[in-house]
C-alpha cells in the first residue's frame, strides 16, 4: 500500500520567514495530492491540493509542488505568521481506492512573533 | 452547503463500557464516509471507510466496527473499551472521485 513520510516532524521559525514541508509517497499510481492544517482540538481542513498532471500550484501565501519522478511533493508558506501556527498534514490519493487518502504524520509549525 | 456533524465532542469512558460514535453529513449524496483516529502528537489513522450504505471496509485490525445504516450516517461502536482506544476520533467524508475530504470537528474519548 501507499505510504507517506513528512519531514519535519516540527518547525519553529520566526514571523516573516519562510517555512517549507517536505513529503515522499511510494504509490507511483497516487495522482491527487492535498495539505491539510489543523488547529489545536479541531478536524484538518484543507489548505492547498495538487493533482499529478501539474507541477506547481499557489495561493497567496502557500505554495505546492510536485515532482512526480522522485515522488516528492512540497509545501512552500512565505511571509509566516503567527495564526499560521498549527499541525500541517501532506496526503497522497490513489483514484482507484474509493478516493481515500494516505496521511503523512504531520509537521507542528510554531511561528514566533 | 455540505456540512459534517460530529459528536460528542468529548467523551470519557471506563474501560469494558461501550461507545458509540454518531457523525452525519448534510447537502449531498452518496459521499465516501470515513473515520480516522490521532494519537497524541501522531497522523491520522484511518479505521474504515465506506462507499454506500452497508459497505464498510476495515483499514487495521481493532476493537472497534462500524456502521453506515443510512447514506450519510456513519457510526463507531465498541462493545467493550480498552485503554489503548483512547484518542481523538475524526469522521471525514468526500465524494466518490478524488477530492478533499472534509473532517468533522473531532471526538476526544479517554478510556479510564
Known amino acids: 500500500g501507499e505510504n507517506v513520510e513528512q519531514h519535519p516532524s516540527t518547525l519553529s521559525v520566526q514571523e516573516g520567514d519562510s517555512a517549507v514541508i517536505k513529503c515522499t509517497y511510494s504509490?507511483?499510481?497516487?495522482?491527487?495530492f492535498p495539505w491539510y492544517k489543523q488547529e489545536l482540538g479541531k478536524g484538518p481542513q484543507l489548505i492547498i491540493d495538487?493533482?499529478?498532471?501539474?507541477g506547481e500550484k499557489k495561493d497567496q501565501r502557500i505554495a505546492v509542488t510536485l515532482n512526480k519522478t522522485a515522488k516528492h511533493f512540497s509545501l512552500h508558506i512565505t511571509e509566516t505568521q503567527p495564526e499560521d501556527s498549527a499541525v500541517y498534514f501532506c496526503?497522497?490519493?490513489?483514484?482507484?481506492?474509493?478516493?481515500?487518502?494516505?496521511f503523512g504524520d504531520g509537521t507542528t509549525l510554531t511561528v514566533k512573533p | 452547503s455540505q456540512t459534517i456533524h460530529q459528536w460528542p465532542a468529548t467523551l470519557v469512558q471506563p474501560v469494558g463500557s461501550p461507545l458509540s460514535l454518531e457523525c452525519t453529513v448534510e447537502?449531498?449524496?452518496?459521499?465516501?464516509l470515513y473515520w480516522y483516529r490521532q494519537a497524541a502528537g501522531r497522523g491520522l489513522q484511518l479505521l474504515f471507510y465506506?462507499?454506500?450504505?452497508?459497505?464498510i471496509s476495515s483499514e487495521v485490525p481493532q476493537n472497534l466496527s462500524a456502521s453506515r445504516p443510512q447514506d450519510r450516517q456513519f457510526i463507531l461502536s465498541s462493545k467493550k473499551l480498552l485503554l489503548s482506544d483512547s484518542g481523538f476520533y475524526l469522521c471525514?467524508?468526500?465524494?466518490?472521485?478524488?477530492?478533499?475530504?472534509?473532517f468533522g470537528q473531532g471526538t476526544r474519548l479517554t478510556v479510564v
Open positions: 495538487i493533482r499529478s498532471n501539474v
Open positions: 471525514a467524508w468526500n465524494y466518490q472521485q478524488n477530492t478533499e475530504a472534509f
Open positions: 447537502g449531498t449524496s452518496n459521499p465516501n
Open positions: 504509490d507511483s499510481a497516487s495522482n491527487y
Open positions: 465506506s462507499v454506500g450504505i452497508g459497505q
Open positions: 496526503a497522497a490519493t490513489v483514484n482507484t481506492n474509493a478516493g481515500k487518502s494516505t
